[in-house]
Nanobody, 122 residues
Framework: QVELVESGGGLVQAGGSERLSCVVS????????MAWLRQAPGKEREFVAS????????RYSDSVKGRFTISRDDAKNTLFLQMNSLEPEDTAVYHC???????????????WGQGTQVTVSS
């Protein structure tokens, strides 16, 4: 069983930056693909970014490509999401997820965190 705990959310102005962290509090992230997903009010949960278990393969949604960077530190059991040039449309609850198959499909991910709120003001 893997447990994930996100942190780093908050209120930020448009154009600003924020870094999210996700600690694997139970289990290990080694050999797991990791991802960030988000859900805005009134919308379905959507894929944001993912990273393979080796760390050498990343994927991004078109809406965040060039602005967000996903990374991992297996020694610290921690996943990161660096978010730059934030837009009001990025406002959502951001969830960390882990699974055995890397990719952009939400069904690839077996374990989910509770999420952290990111609010971008205009």
């Amino acid at each position: 069983q893997v447990e994930l705990v996100e942190s780093g959310g908050g209120l930020v102005q448009a154009g600003g930056s924020e870094r999210l962290s996700c600690v694997v509090s139970r289990g290990t992230m080694s050999h797991l693909a990791m991802a960030w997903l988000r859900q805005a009010p009134g919308k379905e949960r959507e894929f944001v970014a993912s990273i393979s278990w080796t760390g050498d393969n990343t994927r991004y949604s078109d809406s965040v490509k060039g602005r967000f960077t996903i990374s991992r530190d297996d020694a610290k059991n921690t996943l990161f999401l660096q978010m730059n040039s934030l837009e009001p449309e990025d406002t959502a609850v951001y969830h960390c997820a882990a699974g055995y198959i890397h990719g952009s499909s939400l069904s690839n991910y077996n374990y989910w965190g509770q999420g952290t709120q990111v609010t971008v003001s205009s």
